[in-house]
């Protein structure tokens, strides 16, 4: 592994633009590509375990779905449901695909996020190799850990614009002892409006997806808290198979609203903000706080639609990058974006342009 | 506590030429009153709660809104003087440690509470409103916010950004860390900036995690919107106690491995378990070796079910005595006196230092024999209290200041906690942040790159280094007098 880092190295010395890829299941995500790949999949392995310590470490090459079986041999799991896109485990089978390093950089959290925050959340330490090609470590692999300034949660969704992750270390949690799904027909208003009010009750909601007026609900937890929240809620109960696939292919987006080519925008609003009158159809996950948008859709009306409500929107999959992916920052913002860019990646090997043209 | 005064810089310059002209520069954006420099008006400000250090500064600048924050940033800004923001001064690593010939900047004005809204879930408030004014505030809503630091009825939330305070909920509901949503920061140049959202995430680099733990380097926090919780129905804990710390700690891994996250999982040792007894009251058992608090809430049949398998649990790893809250008052009771056990130590001994190391939990053991040899070798009195569940232990190290040398002992013997966690795989602090006080154990926990990435990353906030300059992260200087010592790796 130590020759891996010295190529590693060596590629980021010559400052020229690198394209740090993992299984490249996230290809499609964030700015243009540019600059030569450097495959990171070379590096991988699980470098420590300790399912009583609820702290994994692997290397940034290792495939998410290995890591994933890891900790269901222990009955843990990522509590925000990492989405692999390209390779899901459909079957049991572990097919490469998505790597852990670059499912940090890509910050994305699935279907239970908002219950069980982001995984963000679940970063306690990385290693990183800056523009320089020194190895630098972050965070720890303990819980609580406030000795010098959170990097490992500012690299995690930065697109790998900051450094070339090499190791993460991810608090994980318990696989919830019970589990049970729940439909009803819904209109979206009244959806969001059950959905915001049970949200203030402790109700063991997991993760949820409105979508053609039928909402479903995922609830997670104890056995007596799941059996209790069942019968208060009402609704029909989903099998407990068809329930599986049926998140699972939410959080891959292999579900047919995710199909196609028709540009996807993703709108990050307050989960209480009201139904966005806007063309195109939509699905919402997160308790209302995520709203998916299927069309071609003006891009300033649909930006000011999310502004207005207090949230933003990017261009996920598909369309047209030219006006660029990720809403814009305040000049005072960017700025503080580019001082960071320059002193981790001085020579602008990593990334440029993945997150913002001017990073 | 009564300690000596650690630091230079007590004595006030008085007649230096650019603190006058400072003044006259704050007397024009601030009225009269928001001012302070005399001596005697500077004096409560000279340290936070870690009363080892303390400095005066050339003057307190008391705010009551946005622009006049922003205003003497821009007034200290254009005179290269450092400011040092304070919250209630509860800190215990010296972060707001005044910096001589500078200005404190407090938030103490800034006590609203701007806006609940119970459906979203959420509270904006101002920097200086206090933790638990908040979770009172929302409590008709039937929400609260989850972090609850021990310090709770005093310590701001501006404090508990800046350090991302935990507190023994935090295994189950997540640090500040997992419970801000959105902040309003002026930079040191006086430019206002925002940082996350009322939506779950924002576009660009997550700020957010840098500005929490900041210790006041990074930004001045003006507002902060909080996550609120819904209170669950019901709570109980079930108090153990152990003849060895060994079996306590082989408890707490068992319950984890059953796949249970407790909403509070504290452990005590012997004379940390004494001092509070004397103190609360609780009925804890002296004679254990360490006793352990493991709390389970959610609805009544959650509760029953992760009590009733916890009681196992500690049952088979060897509780000599086991009791479970009948009701809301008993379970305060038994937590009374973990949430006091600062104060219930500062009872029994003239002058403490609380240290506030992360271990990965399999080596708690050797860790506290070691803590205890250390004990034996500097002559000084240890106190274990640890948030068993995250690792984070707090060695409370007892002494009397009074004593030629005894502070510099109890200094030592902590550093020695320190780079002892540092050596087992944890970190130097957990929740209390570095400050002053662990600034010289950075060197045994990051590479001098590491640390100038760390300075850089305050750079990119503050380029001339004003805002609570030299907390925190240290200077390459610093290390290499550390290393000279001995003391460090
Ligand atoms: C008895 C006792 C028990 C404690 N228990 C706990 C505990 O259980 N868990 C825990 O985590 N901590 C605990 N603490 C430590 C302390 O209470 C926390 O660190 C708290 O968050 C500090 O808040 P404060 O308002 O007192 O901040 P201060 O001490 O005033 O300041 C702390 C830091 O915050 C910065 N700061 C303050 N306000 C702002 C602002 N508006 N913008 C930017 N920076 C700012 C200061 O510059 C300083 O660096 C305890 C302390 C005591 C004395």
Redesign the pocket.
Same mark, same amino acid.
């Given at each position: 592994m130590t020759d891996r880092i010295e190529e590693f190295r060596s590629r980021i010395l010559e400052r020229k633009p690198l394209r740090l890829r993992g299984g490249g299941s996230k290809d499609f995500y964030g700015g243009p590509l540019s600059g030569d790949v450097l495959d990171t999949r070379g590096y991988s392995g699980i470098v420590g375990y300790e399912p009583t310590e609820l702290v994994i470490t692997a290397r940034a090459g290792t495939p998410l779905a290995e890591l994933e079986s890891a900790l269901a041999a222990r009955r843990q799991v990522l509590a925000c449901e990492p989405p692999h896109f390209g390779n899901a485990t459909i079957g049991g089978e572990i097919t490469g695909g998505a790597t852990i390093g670059g499912a940090v950089a890509a910050g994305l959290s699935g279907p239970r996020r908002a219950v069980a925050g982001s995984l963000r959340d679940y970063v306690l330490g990385v290693k990183l190799m800056d523009g320089e090609g020194r190895e630098l470590n972050f965070g720890g692999q303990v819980m609580k850990n406030v000795a010098g300034f959170d990097v490992s949660r500012l690299v995690t969704g930065s697109l790998g614009t900051l450094g070339l992750i090499l190791e993460v270390s991810l608090k994980v949690m318990p696989l919830p002892v019970a589990q049970a799904t729940l439909r009803f027909e819904m209109p979206q208003d009244r959806a969001l409006d059950a959905l915001n009010g049970w949200g203030g009750q402790p109700v063991p909601l997991a993760a949820s997806c409105w979508q053609g007026d039928v909402l479903t609900l995922r609830l997670s937890g104890a056995q007596a808290a799941v059996t209790a929240a069942c019968e208060k809620l009402g609704g029909e109960r989903v099998a407990e198979a068809e329930a599986a696939d049926f998140w699972i292919a939410l959080r891959e987006q292999t579900t047919a609203f995710f199909v196609g080519d028709a540009p996807l925008w993703r709108l990050s609003v307050p989960s209480v903000a009201p139904p966005l009158d806007l063309p195109g159809a939509q699905l919402i996950e997160w308790g209302g706080a995520q709203r998916w948008l299927r069309g071609a859709v003006d891009v300033t009306q649909l930006r000011e639609t999310a502004a207005r409500v207090g949230g933003h929107a990017s261009l996920f999959r598909g369309g047209d990058k030219t006006g660029g992916v990720f809403a814009s920052l305040s000049p005072a913002l960017m700025e503080v974006h580019r001082r960071l860019k320059q002193s981790f990646d001085p020579y602008g090997v990593f990334n440029p342009g993945r997150l913002y043209p001017e990073l | 506590m009564s300690q000596p005064e650690h630091s230079a810089g007590t004595v006030q310059d008085t007649a230096n030429p650019d603190r006058e002209a400072l003044l006259a520069d704050l007397a024009r954006v601030l009225p009269a009153a928001a001012l302070l420099f005399a001596a005697e008006d500077l004096k409560p400000y000279e340290c *936070?709660?870690l009363t080892a250090y303390r400095a005066l500064p050339w003057v307190v600048a008391l705010p009551q809104n946005d622009e006049q924050v922003v205003a003497v940033l821009k007034v200290c800004h254009a005179r290269h003087v450092p400011v040092? +923001?304070?919250?209630? !001064?509860? !800190?215990?690593?010296g972060? +707001?440690t005044p910096v001589v010939q500078g200005v404190v900047l407090s938030?103490a004005k800034?006590m609203r509470i701007l806006e609940i809204d119970p459906l979203a879930r959420l509270a904006r408030v101002q @920097? !200086?409103v206090r933790?638990q004014a908040i979770s009172e505030a929302v409590a008709p809503f039937g929400l609260y916010y989850a @972090? *609850? @630091?021990?310090?709770?009825i +005093?310590?701001?939330?501006?404090?508990? /950004? +800046? &350090?991302?305070?935990?507190?023994?909920h935090c295994l189950k509901y997540g640090l500040?860390l997992h419970n801000v949503l959105k902040l309003r /920061?002026a930079l040191m140049n006086g430019e206002v900036i925002e940082i996350g959202s009322h939506a779950l995430d924002d576009p660009g680099y997550d700020l957010m995690a840098l500005m929490i733990g900041? &210790? !006041?380097?990074l930004? /001045?926090?003006?507002e902060a919107t909080v996550k609120l919780t819904p209170k669950p129905r019901t709570a109980q804990v079930v108090m153990a106690s152990f003849d060895s710390v060994i079996e306590a700690g082989n408890a707490v891994a068992a319950i984890i491995a059953a796949g249970i996250i407790p909403a509070g999982l504290e452990m005590m040792d012997k004379l940390a378990t004494a001092a509070v007894e004397d103190f609360v009251h609780a009925g804890y058992d002296l004679a254990a070796a360490a006793i352990l608090l493991a709390e389970s809430d959610g609805t009544v049949e959650e509760v029953a079910e992760e009590i009733t398998t916890m009681s196992t649990l500690l049952e088979q790893n060897g509780a000599r005595q086991l009791r479970i809250s009948q009701s809301e008052a008993e379970r305060l009771k038994y937590w009374a006196g973990r949430?006091a056990a600062? @104060?219930a130590v500062g009872r029994i001994t003239p002058d403490y230092l609380?240290m506030d190391g992360t271990i990965p939990r399999k080596h708690l053991s050797h860790v506290l024999t070691r803590i205890a040899e250390l004990s034996t070798e500097y002559h000084l009195r240890c106190a274990n209290v640890f948030h068993a569940g995250d690792g984070n232990l707090h060695p409370l190290i007892m002494f009397d200041a009074r004593n030629p040398g005894e502070t510099e002992r109890a200094i030592a013997f902590g550093a020695k906690i320190l780079e002892l966690s540092v050596d087992v795989g944890g970190t130097i602090t957990g &929740?209390?942040?570095v400050?002053i006080e662990k600034v010289k154990q950075m060197c045994v926990q990051f590479s001098r790159e590491e640390l100038e990435a760390f300075h850089a990353v305050k750079a990119a906030f503050d380029p001339l280094t004003l805002l609570?300059p030299g907390?925190a992260v240290p200077y390459p200087r610093h290390c290499s007098e550390y290393r000279l010592t001995g003391s460090a790796r």
């Open positions: - | *936070d709660g040092v +923001a304070r919250g209630a !001064g509860t !800190g215990l690593s972060g +707001a938030l800034f @920097p !200086g933790n @972090p *609850d @630091p021990s310090s709770q +005093a310590c701001t939330i501006g404090g508990n /950004v +800046a &350090e991302n305070s935990g507190g023994v500040t /920061v900041s &210790e !006041g380097m930004g /001045v926090v003006l949430k600062f @104060p609380c &929740e209390h942040g400050g609570n907390k």
